[in-house]
């Protein structure tokens, strides 16, 4: 099999609104680390996802891939990654990933399941347009369960609930990758303690982890709330014309300094239904604390 020094030997593939985008760019900050051009490359995702790319996509071969990993010459850092959290779900990147040259290792973030799934409904609701801006979260769940409402095509959207059942997705992904190359961490302790988590990647990395010692941990695509609604579907509009890069970025921040605002956070009638889900996972949290080894007593 052909060699290609500028694959990825890290991918941190799920799950989705549990910081990977901050975590991402905490590990590409390292020195010794490279990051994709877009955090999410989407390179592995299913055929007929919404995150699907017909003209990039492993199915037409790695060679497109290596764009998105423009190392500068005589370079070599010793982790090269991408972050696509809807990899977990994706049988395309089960399939392929883990055979690939660079054998990469595969780093996941667990959230509570029912804290992610209001996450998911927040930001699909406040920072996009797939979740229409008059569904309650409450509805929101009734209209996953029912499976009566497609959320414009957004798979993370119509199956929120069954993709919070993280054993079913992560005992394939251990079974092709094996022990050594899977790592899974827990997004509590990730909000706890960012230098002491990223540390702990670090070494399992074999970066140095003393770089974090003095490193501003910033946040990246939080959830927000827009204070214009027509400014907010403009910028929706704009955006996906937009190549990431360096002016995109500088363009959102702009955008969010001038348009959004933090969300409120669950109202009462959200946390009760926060509450039901709780319980509702309950049983496929214990399966994964015992198969994996994890602490999720707190999740309880």
């Not at 190392?71 to 883990?98: C, D, F, N, Q, W």
């Not at 540390?199 to 910033?218: C, K, M, T, V």
Request: net charge negative; aromatic share 14%; with cysteine.
């Amino acid at each position: 099999m052909t060699q290609r020094p500028w694959l990825p030997n890290l991918i941190i593939a799920g799950a989705p609104k549990a910081g990977t985008s901050s975590l991402y760019r905490w590990i590409a900050d390292h020195p010794d680390a490279f990051g994709s051009t877009e955090k999410e490359t989407y390179f592995f995702v299913d055929p007929g996802t919404h995150m699907y790319r017909p003209n990039f996509h492993i199915s037409n071969g790695l060679d497109s891939y290596q764009a998105q990993f423009p190392i500068p010459a005589g370079s070599s850092p010793k982790v090269v990654l991408e972050s696509t959290p809807g990899y977990m779900y994706s049988r395309t990147a089960l399939e392929h990933i883990a055979d690939l040259p660079s054998k990469p290792r595969c780093l996941f973030v667990l959230r509570e399941p029912a804290s992610q799934i209001y996450s998911l409904y927040s930001y699909f609701r406040g920072n996009w347009d797939w979740i229409p801006s008059d569904m309650d979260f409450g509805d929101f769940v009734k209209t996953v369960r029912s499976g009566s409402h497609s959320f414009k095509g957004n798979e993370l959207a119509v199956n929120a609930l069954s993709y919070a059942r993280y054993i079913e997705y992560l005992v394939p992904w251990w079974e092709r990758l094996g022990a050594d190359r899977m790592k899974i961490i827990l997004f509590d302790d990730l909000k706890a303690d960012e230098m002491a988590t990223t540390r702990l990647i670090s070494n399992w990395l074999e970066l140095d982890p003393d770089f974090y010692d003095d490193y501003e941990f910033g946040r990246d695509n939080e959830t927000y709330i827009p204070r214009n609604a027509l400014i907010q579907k403009i910028n929706i509009a704009g955006r996906n014309l937009l190549p990431k890069g360096r002016v995109y970025e500088t363009l959102r921040s702009l955008y969010r300094r001038a348009n959004t605002r933090k969300p409120d956070g669950p109202t009462e009638t959200e946390r009760a239904v926060i509450a039901d889900l709780r319980s509702e996972f309950s049983s496929a949290n214990g399966k994964l604390a015992e198969f994996f080894k994890l602490d999720v007593s707190s999740w309880a």
